[in-house]
């Protein structure tokens, strides 16, 4: 006798699609990658993109192109919504914060009413090592 189980399939389980009017696009900058993330106002992740998954490897991950082609599929992503209007977030000193940016604020039809910048600064930091005494 075959026991049907009451778990559902990854098929048969259908993603909500949801219809905003603001996202967040959080960009993260790091030296060797550039990761890119869409949310909602609340902050829920909706989609992702590294430079990574676009297939990028080694010292080109960090590079401004690698990071132009993970925004345009989070922008994809983005259409997919409905938003009209962004808040972008960048975080990091990478090579790609800037062209993610510029690519974001080229898109027609998209308006971009804040960027803001959170990347961490220290300030005093740990206790210099002792002086060398000769």
């Known amino acids: 006798m075959a026991i049907k189980s009451k778990i559902k399939s990854k098929a048969a389980v259908k993603k909500i699609k949801r219809k905003l009017s603001l996202a967040k696009i959080f960009i993260n900058a790091a030296f060797n990658n550039t990761i890119i993330t869409l949310a909602d106002p609340n902050g829920q992740v909706l989609a992702w993109s590294t430079s990574g998954k676009m297939g990028f490897k080694g010292s080109r991950k960090s ?63 740990v206790r210099p090592k002792k002086r060398r005494r000769v």
């Open 63 to 125: 590079t401004p192109y690698a990071s132009q082609k993970a925004v345009e599929e989070i922008l994809e992503k983005l259409g997919e919504t409905g938003a009209s209007a962004v808040d972008i977030v960048v975080k990091g000193v990478g090579s790609g914060r800037d062209q993610a940016i510029r690519t974001i604020a080229s898109t027609q039809g998209l308006e971009i009413q804040s960027i803001h910048d959170v990347t961490p600064v220290p300030h005093g930091g």
